[in-house]
């Protein structure tokens, strides 16, 4: 069903990139549209698990950002086009995702600036692109907001988060960013491919905070479930 991923420079944009099946639309036809991982309800705050209030955790310690909007778990297919587009380059896929984010803050409040999170720039280097730019830069577009991908920056390579726990996550990316004053006063969109403890974008809010944002939105492709 997927082999379409390993190949995808033979991508043929009028088929359906999951299955292959001739559509309209030219992204994915109705029937795997229908069978995407929609993320729904939820923390309002951080889209962790909940049930439409406010969780725990944002109360116990509100994070410096106001929202966090998700387009899809971080499930089947979802999971599959997003690694294609970060370790297999299928660049071609980053619109798509772009769009469904695009379906899903429709109706969020419209962020003066999209701000992609920023990679390392020699991870930058290594992987020849940075994923969130990719899929910030169409969603921008369609939305008619300014995309900024210089303000902030990655100051600090870290360690990879997977093995980490929640504390040792925060502890690994504390002041890994650093951001110039041109948010000051603006309400920002943060947008990454996906979110998982939430601890990396988090400490990227922080530094926008810092530097006089005035208000922060998390726009993520997809929303990853952290271990607990
Ligand atoms: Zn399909
Ligand atoms: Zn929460």
Redesign the pocket.
């Known amino acids: 069903m997927l082999s379409f991923l390993n190949n995808c420079s033979q991508l043929v944009q009028s088929d359906c990139v999951l299955c292959g099946a001739p559509t309209a639309q030219g992204q994915v036809c109705p029937r795997c549209g229908a069978a995407l991982p929609v993320s729904s309800g939820g923390?309002p705050?951080?889209a962790?698990p909940?049930e439409d209030r406010?969780?725990g955790?944002?109360l116990r310690e509100p994070p410096p950002y106001t929202r966090c909007i998700a387009a899809l778990r971080y499930e089947f297919p979802a999971d599959e086009l997003i690694q294609a587009l970060k370790y297999r380059g299928a660049l071609a896929l980053a619109p798509i995702l772009a769009e469904w984010l695009a379906r899903a803050v429709a109706h969020a409040p419209r962020p003066d600036l999209i701000i992609p999170m920023p990679l390392f720039p020699a991870r930058a280097r290594a992987r020849g692109f940075n994923q969130a730019t990719e899929i910030a830069r169409p969603l921008a577009h369609r939305l008619g907001v300014r995309l900024d991908t210089t303000s902030l920056s990655r100051i600090r390579d870290t360690a990879p988060q997977a093995q980490l726990s929640l504390p040792e996550r925060r502890r690994n990316v504390r002041d890994a960013f650093a951001c110039a004053r041109t948010v000051a006063g603006l309400h920002v969109a943060l947008v990454d491919d996906v979110m998982t403890s939430g601890a990396t974008l988090r400490e990227a809010a922080r530094a926008l905070k810092r530097a006089g944002a005035a208000e922060i939105s998390l726009w993520v492709v997809a929303r990853a479930l952290p271990r607990k």
């Open positions: 923390c705050v951080c962790g909940g406010i969780c955790d944002c």
